[in-house]
Nanobody
Framework: QVQLVESGGRLVQAGDSLRLSCAAS????????MGWFRQAPGKEREFVSH????????YYADSVKGRFTVSRDNSKNTLYLQMNTLKPDDTAIYYC?????????????????????WGQGTQVTVSS
């Protein structure tokens, strides 16, 4: 059974840094492309970042580019999101998603529907 578990979210102040983790089990982690999304109250889930199965390729939403860094450790079955210079607008529940890399490569990594599995999310709150 595939399981993704996010952790690391908490209340921080504007300008602080935070690192989120997403631990995967029940899958061969290196077979999955991974994404980070977030959802604020009353808003749709939005794309944050995507990383290829090898970790070589990374992509970011414009709103987090230069502040967030996605990485993965396939030996530990874990995905990370380093978030620096946090802003109140970053407040949301953060989710990780997994997409099997053997599926079609013709997909939009910024769409939630492109992912096969999701975690339960971790809350990040940034106070001003």
């Amino acid at each position: 059974q595939v399981q993704l578990v996010e952790s690391g979210g908490r209340l921080v102040q504007a300008g602080d840094s935070l690192r989120l983790s997403c631990a995967a089990s029940g899958v061969t982690f290196s077979n999955y492309r991974m994404g980070w999304f977030r959802q604020a109250p009353g808003k749709e889930r939005e794309f944050v970042s995507h990383i290829s199965w090898s970790g070589v390729s990374t992509y970011y939403a414009d709103s987090v580019k230069g502040r967030f860094t996605v990485s993965r450790d396939n030996s530990k079955n874990t995905l990370y999101l380093q978030m620096n210079t946090l802003k109140p607008d970053d407040t949301a529940i953060y989710y990780c998603g997994a997409r099997n890399r053997f599926r079609s490569t013709n997909y939009d990594y910024s769409l939630p529907g492109s992912y096969d599995y999701w975690g339960q999310g971790t809350q990040v709150t940034v106070s001003s």
